[in-house]
């Protein structure tokens, strides 16, 4: 098969652009208030060279936003907003194994997500309307419904903020966890704000085979008596049972899912179970278990729940959300508060999933 590609991964050269007193309030998904001294457009490896070498930028921090749904905003940043556009789609190889599929950083995840069952690769429909850019999937090592990221990747593409050296990181490099990554980690070994991914090349397997064992697809199958779904239906089903559980960015501001889902030991699972036996948790491989951060938040009597403008989703405790002109201080001060209740209570600290500037 001929590769496929919207835009050339190397677009030719254009002038830095490099825009002063931005509004971040429309390019992080929690619509909160934010003011970037300098934004720079990443199209490309060149750009961030560019700006490295920058007499006046290329000495400042450099935070990198992508779709900034993964971001609290709490004051005006000081570093230099890299704002990752860099687009394009093609098919680098087809394997009797897998597709092998290369993303632009910019891309949208979910276009993204569609674009592949389009042309007929299947694989990633677990993981559709997460929102977001592809470049940050492999940061948050995003997942729902029963798959992560580090299921399907191949590859990356990345420019070093130092040195501005290209490099390419495979699974192992990135260091994958749940909701984690060395993109997440600072000090020696770690890349977080060292680092800008440019382009991801995900392994699509051959044959494909469904990932449906998850309690909300288990219900959809009973529910339609469809045992058998192809990878279209179960990429309907993802977006039918996120749209009822989790509110539109574009209609009320949040970052999805805010907490991570603890994992706690064997032991601790059995002794929370004794106290509170209707505690969703999933029992994990290696014998810990995995509790429903939701149900635990839920469980303290927070959903629907305000502190100023920020609050806890009416449907969906896991879910922070702006009710309209709510700060970043609102919003971290209501996930301070849930954390303790929630320690108070059942003797976990919960951990959250966005980036906090």
Known sequence: MTSQTRI????????????????????????????????VRVRGDADVRRVLDHPDLGR?????????????????????????????????????????????AGENWHEAVAWT??????????????????????????????????????????????????????ARACAFGYRDSVFKHGGFGGLAGKSLITRVRLRLPRPWTPVLGYLDLERRMADTGNPHPDARTIFD???????????????????????????????????????????????????????????????????GKRVGHAGVYDKQALVLVNHGGATGAEVVTLARAIQESVYGRFGIRLEPEPVVV
């Open 237 to 303: 089903w993802v977006c039918a049972i996120r749209r009822d559980k989790l509110p539109d960015p574009a209609q009320i501001g949040n970052a999805g899912s805010f907490f991570k889902n603890p994992v706690v030991s064997a032991e601790q699972c059995r002794d929370i179970i004794a106290r509170d036996p209707h505690i969703v948790h999933y029992p994990l491989a290696d014998g810990s278990c995995k509790l429903a951060a939701g149900w635990l938040i839920d469980a303290c009597g927070w959903k």
């Open 60 to 104: 400042l921090p450099k935070l990198v936003l992508g779709g900034g749904s993964n971001l609290v905003l709490t004051r005006d940043p000081e570093a230099v907003v890299l704002r990752v556009e860099v687009t394009g789609r093609r098919l680098v190889e087809e394997r009797p194994d897998a597709w092998i599929v290369e993303f632009g």
């Open 8 to 39: 050339p991964a190397h677009p030719p050269a254009h002038p830095l652009e490099i825009e002063q007193g931005v509004s971040l309030r429309e390019l992080n998904t929690f619509g909160l208030p934010a003011v970037a001294r300098a934004l």
């Open 117 to 170: 069952l389009d042309q007929g690769w299947p694989g990633l429909e677990n993981l559709a309307l997460i929102p977001g850019t592809v470049g940050a999937s492999p940061v948050q090592n995003i997942g729902a419904y029963g798959l992560e990221l580090a299921d399907r990747f191949d590859s990356l593409d990345a420019v070093d903020l130092v040195t501005g050296r290209g490099v390419t990181l495979d």
